[in-house]
């Protein structure tokens, strides 16, 4: 009892509401518009007219798959197979080009503007993990042992691992349980924990394909 006190107070301010970052992007999207315009009437050139226009439509280009992919629940953000992620995905992976200035101005925002949406994912997985944490203990404390299964969670959505939107995987063991997310590869790699959270690189600094489980319990070393 004492332990799951103390976990809990370790990560409470996990169970704190998120703010709606739809919201939070369609208010960026204006304040970066806002930005824009103030740079080209300090400028005060009327010829400028036309590419500010252009600007304005490339910014609102780039945020219009951010604010649709941040409203939809989170099962549907993390599915491969939802349309708007494709288009998402597209948008990031975009080139810049030397023929269309104006986009690529634009698509310089873009990075700053993604990661908001990248944390959100992984805050959301903590919560519901943490969650899920505490109640296997109030579980164990209920029933003098540790449950088999997480089917006493089929009702909450806290036992839903957001990558793949089935329960959380759950193993009871010798000496208590371990609990962890099939992560961004959606596969399971028998709970060796992911310390970068799907973040890797190589020397080059080259991004590579994530590997790992966002494990929560028995609480990683990071």
């Given at each position: 009892a004492a332990s799951l006190e103390q976990y809990s107070q370790r990560l409470a301010p996990l169970d704190r509401p998120l703010p709606e970052l739809r919201h939070a992007y369609e208010s960026e999207r204006t304040a970066t518009c806002w930005s824009l315009k103030l740079i080209?009437?300090?400028v005060g050139f009327r010829q400028y007219m036309v590419l500010e226009q252009r600007l304005f439509g490339e910014v609102c280009r780039a945020f219009e798959p951010l604010i649709r992919l941040a409203g939809e629940p989170i099962e549907r953000r993390l599915d491969p197979s939802n349309p708007l992620r494709a288009q998402f995905n597209?948008?990031?992976?975009?080139e810049c080009s030397y023929f269309n200035p104006t986009r690529t101005l634009a698509l310089l925002f873009v990075p700053a503007f993604v990661r908001p949406l990248e944390f959100d994912h992984r805050l959301i997985v903590m919560q519901r993990g943490n969650r899920t944490v505490r109640a296997v203990?109030?579980?164990a404390a209920a029933r003098r042992e540790f449950p088999e299964t997480l089917e006493?969670?089929?009702s909450a959505d806290f036992g839903i691992d957001p990558f793949t939107g089935?329960?959380?995987i759950y193993r009871r063991t010798a000496d208590g349980f371990t609990l962890y997310s099939a992560g961004i590869d959606r596969d399971d790699?028998?709970?060796?924990?992911d310390k970068k959270f799907g973040e890797k690189s190589d020397r080059n600094g080259n991004p590579?394909?994530?590997?790992?489980?966002?494990v929560f319990w028995p609480i990683p070393k990071r």
């Open positions: 080209f009437a300090n597209e948008m990031i992976m975009e203990f109030e579980q006493f969670a089929a089935k329960p959380f790699d028998s709970g060796v924990d590579q394909p994530p590997d790992g489980d966002y």
